[in-house]
T-cell receptor
Framework: KNQVEQSPQSLIILEGKNCTLQ??????????LRWYKQDTGRGPVSLTI?????NTKSNGRYTATLDADTKQSSLHITASQLSDSASYIC????????????FGTGTQLKVEL | DTEVTQTPKHLVMGMTNKKSLKCEQH?????MYWYKQKAKKPPELMFV???????INESVPSRFSPECPNSSLLNLHLHALQPEDSALYLC?????????????FGPGTRLTVL
């Protein structure tokens, strides 16, 4: 069964600090991995999407890495801001067609003053 | 226009009511999706439409009835719901064909069943 696990479940950091979120997956056959940001009560917004051959991808202060051999990904947030407070969801698409996504349970990030 | 819109934002209904959720996109996407999301849980896929035809139904109870009247619109008709159906209902759209196609999500409809 395809699974995506994320750690930590929740995280509190001070504004201006950096943090790294982790994602492990067992999805086969693998197509791509995405990181989404979801504010409470809102729909997820895509941050990055990476295929098998991509090791790293950046989007402003967000940098995602992918190790397809170990089936691990990370999302690094630099110089955090209060507006970064949200749930960050790792999502993996399998290559079986139909663009079906397996969602992780998310990391709830809170940035404080 | 890179936006998926959903109406209403909030909906409260009784167990005997009939209501509908609406989703619209004008990005030319030919795949549209309904997801259900409970608090602090990831979204769960309910239905997928591809070229206005239902392609995936994830064993959703018949009290949820999807409809895709044209390539821009997706509806979810609700009837005789249960309190446990209360959740955030998300609509998404994407291009058809490649697994790489990014899904764009709407803001969701917060449904409460009394």
């Amino acid at each position: 069964k395809n699974q995506v696990e994320q750690s930590p479940q929740s995280l509190i950091i001070l504004e201006g600090k950096n943090c790294t979120l982790q994602c492990n997956y067992t999805v086969s056959p693998f197509s791509n991995l995405r990181w989404y940001k979801q504010d409470t009560g809102r729909g997820p917004v895509s941050l990055t999407i990476m295929t098998f051959s991509e090791n790293t991808k950046s989007n402003g202060r967000y940098t995602a890495t992918l190790d397809a051999d170990t089936k691990q990904s990370s999302l690094h947030i630099t110089a955090s801001q209060l507006s970064d407070s949200a749930s960050y969801i790792c999502v993996v698409s399998d290559a079986g067609g139909g663009n079906k996504l397996t969602f992780g349970t998310g990391t709830q990030l809170k940035v404080e003053l | 226009d890179t936006e998926v819109t959903q109406t209403p934002k909030h909906l409260v209904m009784g167990m005997t009511n009939k209501k509908s959720l609406k989703c619209e996109q004008h990005m030319g996407h030919r795949a549209m999706y309904w997801y259900k999301q409970k608090a602090k849980k990831p979204p769960e896929l309910m239905f997928v439409y591809s070229y206005e035809k239902l392609s995936i139904n994830e064993s959703v109870p018949s009290r949820f009835s999807p409809e895709c009247p044209n390539s821009s619109l997706l509806n979810l008709h609700l009837h005789a719901l249960q309190p446990e159906d209360s959740a955030l209902y998300l609509c998404a759209s994407s291009q058809v064909g490649a697994d790489y196609n990014e899904q764009f999500f709407g803001p969701g409809t917060r449904l409460t069943v009394l």
